[in-house]
């Protein structure tokens, strides 16, 4: 899917500052900063169905300004808190995910209900952590793009959607996917060979391919898939390469979440210490384009407007195992933690406090704005599709359009922060 790139850079702060600002947007990709990688996100996206990139990064995310005196602040606390949440954050998911493949460890040596109830369980848990590091994304960092310049693990992560006929049978097809094809190898590699290679739906890998293989199809409108424990029972039909696939597909997982932990650990020639390297604008501009483009882009379009336009269950984000709502009020919760600077019991520098130093009344209402996308989300259902399926003047339909609503005036508060402090905020639009 192509992406197209809007440009926010908060016209009504730049009015109130007084200042006379140059920007000039540009495709030219080829800024390289230190060991950062500067390439075109692979076009995509959408919510997730391959690779979730952020369109073409501008050459700089400094605004320039004919006033001498503009932007003079210290932001150095703030960069090197965010670089510090960013690690803590990968390190949490990373535990929750070794604690998701201990269970599917203990499930597959004794693949009875109770060890299937206890993975399903993990897999939530595990989401929890890694939904507040979305905030992390869409300014091309470690997760979009490797040191390489080539994809990041991101598409191999949290890939969707997902047409589950490509992975294990489905209703009205026993025999179809790869678990079902035994030409096929079940190996790591061969998994990703045939990662979305034809249809951006093709996911073979991730979170929401391990979902699947748990829970298995949903067609129940109170409750989540319930694919029976004997599916992985072994030396049955195929069951003994299902059993393979979930067992490689979370392997991979684990390992995509150390890489990424790796890449921001403290001490380490990594892209962590380049970042804090960088001029301050520079980083800050990437932390206010990861913020504002989950919030006006990720999750108000692809993951929220693109289910109640259609009313498809299989818009919804995690509709294997109906936790949708999870997914919402944990990537707020991410924003939440990037914007107040704590999280994991940790007080970190915040932006509001930097905000607020050259702008209190701006830095205030941003904050009312989380609030008040926090408590739409609060007040979704449990599970989500039935918003979906809800009539268009029911009372939980306004709630979510409200909220969709909320996150676009939230996006563009981070953008009218971003030109408070001098910085560029690029969202994608599709």
Same mark, same amino acid.
């Given at each position: 899917?192509?992406?197209?790139?809007?440009?926010?850079?908060?016209?009504?702060?730049?009015?109130?500052?007084?200042?006379?600002?140059?920007?000039?947007?540009? !495709?030219?990709?080829?800024?390289?900063?230190?060991?950062?990688?500067?390439?075109?996100?692979?076009?995509?996206?959408?919510?997730e169905g391959g690779s979730e990139g952020g369109g073409a990064m501008p050459?700089?995310?400094?605004?320039?300004?004919?006033?001498? !005196?503009?932007?003079?602040? @210290?932001?150095?606390?703030?960069?090197?808190?965010?670089?510090?949440?960013?690690? @803590?954050?990968?390190?949490?998911? =990373?535990?929750?995910?070794?604690?998701?493949?201990?269970?599917?460890?203990?499930?597959?040596?004794?693949?009875?209900?109770?060890?299937?109830?206890?993975?399903?369980?993990? #897999?939530?848990?595990?989401?929890?952590?890694?939904?507040?590091?979305?905030?992390?994304?869409?300014?091309?960092?470690?997760?979009?793009?490797?040191?390489?310049?080539?994809?990041?693990?991101?598409?191999?992560?949290?890939? #969707?959607?997902?047409?589950?006929?490509?992975?294990?049978?489905?209703?009205? !097809?026993?025999?179809?996917?790869?678990?079902?094809?035994?030409?096929?190898?079940?190996?790591?590699?061969?998994?990703?060979?045939?990662?979305?290679?034809?249809?951006?739906?093709?996911?073979?890998?991730?979170?929401?391919?391990?979902?699947?293989?748990?829970?298995?199809?949903?067609?129940?409108?109170?409750?989540?898939?319930?694919?029976?424990?004997?599916?992985?029972?072994?030396?049955?039909?195929?069951?003994?390469?299902?059993?393979?696939?979930?067992?490689?597909?979370?392997?991979?997982?684990?390992?995509?979440?150390?890489?990424?932990?790796?890449? #921001?650990?403290?001490?380490?020639?990594?892209?962590?210490?380049?970042?804090?390297?960088?001029?301050?604008?520079?980083?800050?501009?990437?932390?206010?384009?990861?913020?504002?483009?989950?919030?006006? =882009?990720?999750?108000?379009?692809?993951?929220?407007?693109?289910?109640?336009?259609?009313?498809?269950?299989?818009?919804? =984000?995690?509709?294997?195992?109906?936790?949708?709502?999870? @997914?919402?009020?944990?990537?707020?919760?991410?924003?939440?933690?990037?914007?107040?600077?704590?999280?994991?019991?940790?007080?970190?520098?915040?932006?509001?406090?930097?905000?607020?130093?050259?702008?209190?009344?701006?830095?205030?209402?941003?904050?009312?704005?989380?609030?008040?996308?926090?408590?739409?989300?609060?007040?979704?259902?449990q599970p989500f599709d039935s918003v979906?399926?809800?009539?268009?003047?029911?009372?939980?339909?306004? !709630?979510?359009?409200?909220?969709?609503?909320?996150?676009?005036?939230?996006?563009?508060?981070?953008?009218?922060?971003?030109?408070?402090?001098?910085?560029?905020?690029?969202?994608?639009?599709?």
């Open positions: 899917m192509s992406m197209k790139t809007k440009l926010w850079v908060g016209l009504g702060a730049v009015a109130l500052m007084g200042a006379d600002l140059n920007v000039t947007p540009t !495709n030219d990709l080829s800024l390289g900063l230190g060991s950062l990688a500067y390439a075109a996100s692979p076009a995509g996206e959408g919510g050459t700089s995310f400094k605004l320039n300004s004919t006033d001498a !005196n503009a932007f003079q602040y @210290d932001g150095k606390p703030q960069v090197a808190g965010y670089a510090e949440l960013v690690y @803590d954050s990968y390190k949490a998911s =990373h535990e929750g995910a070794v604690k998701l493949q201990k269970a599917v460890t203990a499930f597959l040596g004794n693949p009875s209900a109770a060890n299937l109830a206890a993975a399903r369980n993990a #897999w939530v848990n595990a989401r929890i952590p890694y939904l507040q590091t979305e905030a992390f994304r869409f300014y091309d960092g470690p997760i979009d793009i490797d040191a390489k310049g080539e994809e990041g693990p991101e598409g191999h992560i949290n890939a #969707w959607p997902l047409n589950e006929a490509f992975i294990d049978y489905v209703k009205g !097809n026993a025999k179809a996917g790869l678990v079902n094809n035994p030409k096929i190898k079940i190996t790591a590699d061969v998994i990703l060979e045939n990662d979305q290679v034809d249809d951006e739906a093709d996911v073979t890998t991730g979170w929401h391919a391990i979902e699947f293989l748990l829970w298995g199809q949903d067609f129940s409108a109170t409750g989540p898939g319930n694919r029976p424990a004997s599916d992985y029972a072994a030396g049955k039909g195929n069951n003994d390469r299902r059993r393979l696939y979930l067992k490689t597909v979370t392997d991979q997982l684990v390992g995509n979440l150390a890489g990424l932990v790796d890449a #921001w650990a403290p001490g380490k020639d990594n892209y962590a210490k380049t970042f804090q390297a960088l001029d301050q604008r520079e980083a800050l501009g990437r932390v206010f384009a990861g913020l504002a483009s989950l919030a006006g =882009h990720e999750l108000m379009s692809e993951r929220l407007q693109v289910a109640l336009d259609s009313g498809d269950q299989e818009d919804e =984000h995690s509709c294997f195992s109906d936790t949708t709502r999870n @997914d919402f009020i944990y990537d707020i919760r991410g924003m939440r933690n990037v914007w107040f600077g704590d999280s994991q019991g940790k007080d970190r520098p915040g932006l509001d406090a930097l905000l607020a130093s050259q702008d209190a009344a701006l830095a205030l209402k941003i904050s009312g704005l989380l609030n008040k996308v926090e408590a739409h989300a609060d007040a979704l259902p979906l399926a809800s009539a268009k003047d029911s009372a939980e339909r306004k !709630n979510a359009e409200a909220l969709a609503t909320s996150l676009k005036e939230l996006a563009d508060g981070f953008a009218d922060a971003g030109a408070k402090l001098g910085v560029l905020v690029v969202i994608p639009t599709e």
